[in-house]
C-alpha cells in the first residue's frame, strides 16, 4: 500500500484510531474527533477511506470516518451503482 507512506498519522499512537480496551462512549467520541481532525489534512484521505471500504475493516477510523460512518459510505455507494446500473438498463 504505497500510500501509506503518505499517511499523515505515520508516527501517531495507534490507540488514538483504534481506540484502548474499555473505553467509554464519551472518551471514544473525543478521541474520534481528534483522530478525524489528523485525517483532515491527510494527502491520502480518500486512498485510505477506499482501502477500508473494500475490506473488512470493523474497527477505528479510517479516511477521517469511524466504523458506523463507513458503513454508511459503502451503503451510500452501492445505492449509486445500482441506480447506474438500473439506468444503464433502462437507456
Ligand atoms: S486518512 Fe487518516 S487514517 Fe487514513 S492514512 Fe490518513 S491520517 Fe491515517
Do not use: H
Request: aromatic share 8%; proline share 3%.
Amino acid at each position: 500500500m504505497d500510500w501509506q507512506d503518505e499517511a499523515t498519522c505515520q508516527g501517531e499512537d495507534l490507540v488514538l484510531f483504534f481506540g484502548p480496551d474499555g473505553e467509554r462512549q464519551a472518551e471514544r467520541d473525543i478521541r474520534e474527533e481528534i483522530a478525524k481532525e489528523v485525517c483532515s489534512w491527510c494527502p491520502v484521505r480518500a486512498a485510505c477511506l477506499n482501502y477500508a471500504l473494500t475490506r473488512p475493516e470493523k474497527d477505528g477510523i479510517w479516511g477521517g470516518l469511524n466504523e458506523n460512518e463507513r458503513a454508511q459510505e459503502r451503503r451510500r455507494r452501492q445505492r449509486r451503482v445500482s441506480y447506474a446500473k438500473a439506468l444503464e438498463m433502462a437507456s
